[in-house]
């Protein structure tokens, strides 16, 4: 019988395939990687490479791909060798996909005329959610799929017909269930800002290889935090949308069928502007035709037409956040006052989210983890820290038919009276809140392994609404001190204060959420531009 370790040394042979064909080969990397890995790639890549990876957003990429000024066969291979970069910097690749990509770009490149809104772009996935083509192999990080074959992904097939190149495939924790990236087939992903925190997850390799520029756009996956948390750790712009409004089918993942709460996929990217062409690009394929579990809905550009009038939660009544957060959260506030918006407070310490929690973390795992349990234990693929954490939070348990009907109730009747929340901020003259804004995490990224509050993130999934994370400062010392006038009220609470040292998190980025009501996908996104506008941004 194969071991756990045989099995192992497969799927890394598997990836060092694409590495060794790195051409030119990389050199310059140290034997002893510096803490902060960001410059790493200036000194590996050609001035060309560094060129064509840093000087363009996603939509000015694409416009020199469409015009010809560029080749996709260069802009891949530059791509290519960036994001192996990446990898010996960060560990945040299953695949490199050298000659796939290379043979699409010659491809892209032979056409008369460039077709398609990604036309030439290259795109990297989140390894679990498959991959376009034949003898695809999905292992989700886990031991015992290690030779599992993969079918074709939805929103992948349509992104393909749009033109794009996909080149990388990232990594993602043991059960997909972390916001740290750590698993016993491919290792633990860092933090290129920082190799002592942690990029996130579950899209953690995506965070970091968007975050080394390794990639402009790439797809992650969110069911309780895992776009949001890792573009804030390393200072990216990420979405997560309702529920069904873009399709998730094809993806692999445990508990296939359950509908207690379900993941959404979204963008990961260095642009704002990107994530809503990702959106629209996505919807005008119509994937409600392919997806019946889609809502048939277009993507419609929402203009406002008074003042935004934003909500601030400054914490969530059960988790303070710490400095460097707050003072993001003032610094943005402030902006907006000046730029003229409407701001109050969200006052949620009455809404208890503790409860959200408690419900999320049981509707997470309906078979109270028997079927990762069964599938790590098997192969001898031990369960690690994190998995035990999520698997054994207190209102996780089997459940049986009649427990999961009252839960989900119990989950539906939270969903109405947070509803019944945001209808209070109308004062009767039509002027409810657009948004909330929010902090993504509790801190800046964390120390490996410490990631055990999720409930600035996984709340907004458990009421559905869409959130768009966006890089707003990072970790200063001397403006940033720990409050050690402070009085932790619980024991997470606790945890999370005794955390903070502002030398351990020193530079680190900071960003934060906006928040909408379920389906205002559009919404959020255009309020997104009017903050970021009154921050002095294009």
Known sequence: METAQQKIERAKARREVGLFKVEPKLEGIPEQLPRNTLGLPASVLTAREIELTENYDVIQLLDILKSRKVSVEEVTRAFLRRAAVAQAATNCLVELMWDQAIERAKYLDSLPEPRGAFFGLPISTKEHHGMVGDNVITTASIIAWVDRKHGSNVMYDDLWEEGCVFYARTTQPQTIMHL????????????????????????????????????????????????????????????????????????????????????????????????????????????????????????????????????????????????????????????????????????????????????????????????????????????????????????????????????????????????????????????????????????????????????????????????????????????????????????????IYDMYDPEVYAGAPVGLQLVGRRLQEEKVLAALDLVEQAMGRS
């Open 180 to 495: 740290e990236t750590v698993s016993n087939l491919y290792g633990r992903t860092d933090n290129p800002y920082n190799r002592d925190l942690t990029p996130g997850g579950s899209s953690g390799g995506e965070s970091a290889l968007v975050a080394m520029r390794g990639s402009l756009l790439g797809i992650g996956g969110d069911i309780g935090g895992s776009i949001r948390c890792p573009s804030a750790f390393v200072g990216i712009y990420g979405f997560k949308p309702s529920v069904k409004r873009i399709t998730v089918a094809g993806q692999t993942g445990f508990m296939a069928g359950r509908e207690t709460i379900f993941s959404t996929p979204g963008p990961m990217t260095v642009d704002r502007k990107a994530m809503e062409l990702l959106m629209r690009v996505i919807l005008s394929k119509k994937p409600w035709r392919k997806d019946p579990a889609i809502i048939p809905m277009p993507w419609t550009p929402h203009k406002f037409t008074k003042p935004l009038k934003i909500a601030v939660q400054w914490w969530d009544g059960v988790v303070m956040p710490h400095p460097p957060i707050t003072r993001a959260l003032k610094e943005v506030v402030a902006a907006c006052q000046k730029a003229g918006m409407q701001v109050i407070d969200w006052d949620c310490t009455n809404l208890d989210h503790k409860k959200s929690w408690d419900l999320i973390s049981a509707l997470y795992w309906p078979d109270g983890g028997r079927e990762a349990l069964d599938a790590m234990n098997n192969v001898d693929d031990t369960v690690l820290p994190l998995s035990k954490w999520i698997i054994e939070q207190p209102t996780v348990k089997d459940l049986t038919q009649a427990e999961l009907w009252k839960l989900t109730l119990e989950r539906d009747a939270y969903r109405a009276a947070y509803a019944k929340a945001w209808n209070a901020t109308d004062s009767g003259n039509d002027d409810e809140i657009d948004v909330i804004l929010c902090p993504a995490s509790f801190g800046a990224a964390t120390p490996h392994e410490q990631s055990k509050y999720w409930g600035y993130t996984s709340h907004w999934n458990l009421v559905d609404y869409p959130g768009a994370v966006f890089p707003v400062t990072t970790v200063d010392v001397a403006k940033d001190p720990k409050d050690l006038s402070y009085k932790p009220i619980n024991e997470q609470d606790q945890f």
